[in-house]
């Protein structure tokens, strides 16, 4: 059959090689063919932008935000939907066209596409720093939600993706140009941390119920907390329950949230499993972010979305940034459905962001003095539904009672329902919340590394063995490298998009490597 398409983004793709007919995620070749045409417009754009400044010229925030939201609505599993990216296509244009800039790139089709760059190594590096520039987006975006700004991380991204149409770049100034990639990755979660906790807080411990109540509820997954508060705030008295899924789960680590007595719990575990578990949820759902599976007919009518998220023939919730969304539609279907069907009992104790492990600094750093704990593994990043991904759930079970587990992200859900027991009080599964979060996880490393008195974080009593799916994971990654953190496994599988020699300056700069069995890398690491 002939290629329709070709994307290689995320970690399931087809064969570890590639879709070319269809997406694993369930986008069609339409879709894909329009996803890398509105990448195309932003580069385009990204590159006018940044002859304005050149050229001593303001650019406008509704331009910043603009070339984030497009490249969020191209991450994994985030907009299914072809008339509004052809809408964002359009839209991109019209506002590159009205620029007034000198030299500005014309538009090539012949550009667009992965496989538009010829040479293997050019192309891996351009799509890792893309893919890390989409994961930086999206926390920009988050962010910006919340009324938070950087014009230092919009006017990088908007260099950077003119650098990947910039022939003239050799290898090297790719490379220079993916750890520059992870420097504002780290500046991107400081800012997104800083939106979150001013808005809401510093997450503290928290035990979340996992039951159902009696009430109608609304089910919201993805990770854009601004909408949860819109959500929580429009379902105040309606005796409408809201429930949280997947990557939300950590929003009731906020003190903000807690507030709110309809704030029932979290329902379900990881992305994958929502065609289940939203057909047995029974009320209306509402996507924010990436995340969504092309939903099953018995459903559709109550998958609603809103932000950078879409799928055709569900209802999207319009709202621009500073915006109160209009939640009304939503809520009076959830008045009309009967309450969730209960999957599970008990509960889930999160909430170890940084101020709280700095809270519990001196408790943790005795029982590393003491041999109580013996090592720390981030298991980071994302989850699957890959049968290759027991591999983690496996690797918990099988780590030593001294070992304790630092995570963020829905890679969690492979183990945080586990009983793994705590170590003099604590727990052995330190969630510090969605993958957004994993900033928590770097500076909880550093602050280590300082009371320890060490001059390198590769001292420490700490190993990395990360799942990675999308594109977050990739920018999360590239941050880590740009702290010094080396030694990192990644797996399933290390990523489609490197090639030989891009992976082996990885594997030789850096130690990354992949996994191999449990038992094996339960040595390797932990020894």
């Given at each position: ?13 087809a ?22 045409e ?15 400044r ?10 910043n ?13 985030a ?7 052809k ?29 538009a ?25 988050h ?12 006017a ?46 510093n997450?503290e ?40 899924h ?25 992305w ?13 759902i ?24 879409g ?122 919340g969605?993958?957004n ?48 953190v ?25 130690g ?5 069995t ?10």
């Amino acid at each position: 059959m002939d290629q329709k398409m070709f994307c290689w983004q995320c970690q399931e793709t087809a064969g570890n090689k590639g879709c070319t007919i269809c997406g694993v995620c369930g986008k069609n070749a339409e879709v894909a063919t329009l996803q890398d045409e509105l990448v195309y417009e932003t580069k385009l754009l990204g590159a006018a932008a940044t002859q304005l400044r050149k050229e001593g010229k303001t650019v406008a925030q509704e331009i910043n935000h603009l070339v984030t939201v497009n490249l969020f609505i191209t991450i994994t599993n985030a907009n299914f939907d072809a008339e509004a990216i052809k809408a964002a296509i359009e839209k991109t244009r019209k506002v590159r066209e009205e620029l007034d800039c000198e030299g500005s790139l014309v538009a090539d089709k012949n550009r667009i596409g992965v496989l538009a760059t010829e040479n293997e190594d050019v192309r891996s590096l351009r799509e890792l720093i893309i893919y890390g520039l989409k994961g930086l987006a999206a926390y920009s975006k988050h962010a910006n939600a919340l009324m938070e700004d950087d014009e230092e991380i919009d006017a990088f991204i908007q260099r950077a993706l003119a650098a990947t149409l910039d022939d003239s770049l050799s290898v090297d100034d790719l490379v220079a140009l993916t750890l520059e990639t992870g420097k504002f990755g780290v500046s991107g979660m400081a800012l997104l941390d800083k939106a979150n906790t001013s808005a809401y807080g510093n997450p503290e411990i928290t035990e979340v119920k996992t039951g159902v109540r009696g009430n109608p509820g609304i089910l919201i997954s993805g990770h854009d907390l601004r909408d949860l508060e819109m959500l929580l705030e429009q379902t105040a008295g309606t005796g409408v329950d809201v429930y949280t899924h997947s990557e939300m789960l950590p929003a009731h680590y906020y003190p903000a949230f807690k507030k709110y007595p309809h704030f029932a719990g979290n329902y379900g575990n990881a992305w994958w499993k929502q065609k289940e578990e939203f057909e047995k949820f029974n009320g209306p759902i509402l996507m924010t972010t990436n995340c969504v599976i092309p939903p099953a007919d018995s459903y559709k009518d109550r998958l609603w979305t809103t932000g950078a998220a879409g799928f055709s023939g569900c209802r999207h919730i319009a709202g621009e940034y500073g915006e109160t969304k209009d939640f009304s539609g939503i809520i009076e279907q959830a008045k009309t459905c009967p309450p969730p069907t209960e999957i599970e009992t008990g509960s889930i104790v999160g909430g170890f962001a940084h101020e709280q492990v700095f809270a519990l600094a001196d408790k943790v750093i005795e029982a590393v003095k003491s041999g109580a704990i013996r090592k720390f593994v981030v298991m980071a990043g994302c989850d699957g539904r890959h049968r290759t991904r027991e591999y983690y759930a496996e690797f918990a079970k099988k780590l030593p009672k001294d070992v304790v587990i630092l995570t963020a992200g829905c890679a969690k859900y492979k183990y945080n329902k586990l009983d793994l027991g705590d170590i003099g009080g604590i727990p052995r599964v330190l969630d510090a919340g969605q993958c957004n979060d994993s900033y928590s996880l770097a500076l909880i490393a550093l602050k280590l590394k300082e009371a320890f008195g060490l001059e390198d974080v590769n001292q420490l009593p700490l190993a990395f063995n990360i799942a990675w799916y999308e594109q977050k994971a990739v920018i999360v990654l590239l941050a880590l490298l740009y702290l010094g953190v080396k030694n990192i496994h990644l797996g399933p599988t290390l990523p489609a998009f490197l090639s030989p020699n891009v992976a082996k300056v990885l594997v030789e700069t850096f130690g990354i490597a992949g996994i191999g069995t449990v038992d094996d890398d339960i040595k390797l690491l932990i020894g």
